[in-house]
Nanobody, 120 residues
Framework: QVQLVESGGGLVQPGGSLRLSCAAS????????MGWYRQAPGKQRELVAA???????NYADSVKGRFTISRNNAKNTVYLQMNSLKPEDTAVYYC??????????????WGQGTQVTVSS
């Protein structure tokens, strides 16, 4: 199957920035989409940002203008640049990827999550 490894989380003050990365590995034939989700305590997991094969992106309204998702296709890696962070952004951030395997099957994989805490 496909494994995803996230990095870049941490503690930052309001107004600060963090850059998350997620690298996919395994028997990947093609990645169709990668995205970032987050889940705060007591809340449902929500989509933060996603990027598809053609390069188009979409963002949650709460992060538009502050977060930017990008990818490096050669490295099967997706990034989330987070600027102007707010306490409301505090959550565990999860990477997600879906696509096709070399075997002909499809996959939808999740990373282990990385904690982002925005606090003064």
């Amino acid at each position: 199957q496909v494994q995803l490894v996230e990095s870049g989380g941490g503690l930052v003050q309001p107004g600060g920035s963090l850059r998350l990365s997620c690298a996919a590995s395994g028997s990947i034939f093609r990645i169709d989409a990668m995205g970032w989700y987050r889940q705060a305590p007591g809340k449902q997991r929500e989509l933060v940002a996603a990027i598809i094969s053609g390069g188009s992106t979409n963002y949650a309204d709460s992060v538009k203008g502050r977060f930017t998702i990008s990818r490096n296709n050669a490295k099967n890696t997706v990034y989330l640049q987070m600027n102007s962070l707010k306490p409301e952004d505090t959550a565990v951030y999860y990477c997600n990827a879906d696509g096709s395997l070399r075997s002909g099957g499809v996959f939808n994989s999740w990373g282990q999550g990385t904690q982002v805490t925005v606090s003064s």
